[in-house]
């Protein structure tokens, strides 16, 4: 079986988001859930692959963390004043 980056499709109260992706991006989604599923027979969904993904993808950026730690060391109100 492929080692892939996102593991288990986690069971969370969704937001709906509506996207349009293009074609490229959506057949190579469709490929990583057959990829997921491994000859199991087992179907996913290919749109309930873009969270994990997205998730993976914040989590492991550097920069997107350096920002996320300055905003939340801000003071309440942004620190204007």
Do not use: C, N, W
């Not at 109260?13 to 509506?18: E, L």
């Not at 599923?37 to 993976?56: E, V, Y």
């Amino acid at each position: 079986m492929t080692k892939l980056k996102i593991g288990a499709l986690p069971d969370d109260k969704p937001v709906k988001v509506t996207i349009d992706l293009p074609a490229a991006v959506h057949r190579d989604l469709v490929t990583y859930a057959e990829a997921m599923a491994g000859g199991s027979g087992q179907r996913i969904d290919p749109a309930k692959l873009i969270a994990p993904m997205l998730t993976r993808f914040m989590a492991t950026d550097r920069g997107f963390a350096k920002a996320r730690r300055a905003s939340q060391s801000l003071p309440a109100g942004g620190g204007e004043g």
